[in-house]
């Protein structure tokens, strides 16, 4: 079945390691994206990719790293500059349709909580 | 700067009556608008959708409406169920010519309950 893939849905990690969270997508989706939700929040953009070998960051980027070398792939690498690294992340990936907007469809999401 | 504002954090209503969830925007280059579902501990689902060419879309029982003079549209749900209860987040989008999608803009965020 086509869709997105996150995995793992639940990680733990200690203060000052960094994690990589994984998404792959088979929907044949250019544009990946990252948000990350926060308790009683919305979803704020972390880094998004129009095309492979391409990003670009988010709203909130700093303390992130990713990397797009194959279109079903965009992890997310969490550093330890990242502030306040817990949080539910979502991964998404979206298709620019003939009338030139698009929908985004999201994976399960993976809950990272530093110790 | 918030692009992307609802302004009610929660919502509860009656089984069967009508839920109303309302959205603010102030970027005025927003073209396209959605509405996500989103259950605890799961991704957003896609809902409903509008282009900025319309005031109105419909699908079953979810309507939105979009005002563009006062930058604001609104999701109605009826009659509301059980199951609708979850969390719910409009999203707008700026069309790129050259880009293969849309990034989102969400909102904060409106909680429902549906009352049995």
């Known amino acids: 079945d086509g869709g997105i893939t996150q995995s793992p849905k639940y990680l733990f990690r200690k203060e000052g390691q960094n994690v990589t969270l994984s998404c792959e997508q088979n929907?044949?989706?250019?544009?990946m994206y990252w948000y990350r939700q926060d308790p009683g929040q919305g979803l704020r953009l972390i880094y998004y990719?129009?095309?492979?070998?391409?990003?670009q960051k988010g709203d909130i980027a700093e303390g992130y790293s990713v990397s797009r070398e194959k279109k079903e792939s965009f992890p997310l690498t969490v550093t330890s500059a990242q502030k306040n690294p817990t949080a539910f992340y979502l991964c998404?990936?979206?298709?620019?349709?003939?009338?030139?907007?698009?929908?985004?469809?999201f994976g399960q999401g993976t809950r990272l909580t530093v110790v | 700067d918030q692009q992307v504002k609802q302004n009610s954090p929660s919502l509860s209503v009656q089984e069967g009556r009508i839920s109303i969830l309302n959205c603010d925007y102030t970027?005025?280059?927003?073209?396209?608008f959605l509405w996500y579902k989103k259950y605890p501990a799961e991704g957003p689902t896609f809902l409903i959708s509008?282009?900025?060419?319309?005031d109105k879309n419909e699908d079953g029982r979810f309507t939105v409406f979009l005002n563009k003079s006062a930058k604001h549209l609104s999701l109605h749900i009826v009659p509301s169920q059980p199951g609708d209860s979850a969390v719910y987040f409009c999203?707008?989008?700026?069309?790129?010519?050259?880009?293969?999608?849309?990034?989102?803009?969400f909102g904060g965020g409106t909680r429902v309950l549906v009352k049995p």
């Open positions: 998404a990936s979206s298709i620019r349709g003939r009338t030139g907007v698009t929908e985004a469809f």
């Open positions: 929907l044949n989706h250019d544009a």
């Open positions: 990719s129009q095309i492979v070998n391409d990003f």
């Open positions: 970027n005025s280059m927003f073209d396209y």
């Open positions: 509008i282009s900025s060419i319309k």
């Open positions: 999203a707008a989008s700026a069309r790129e010519i050259k880009a293969a999608g849309n990034k989102l803009t």
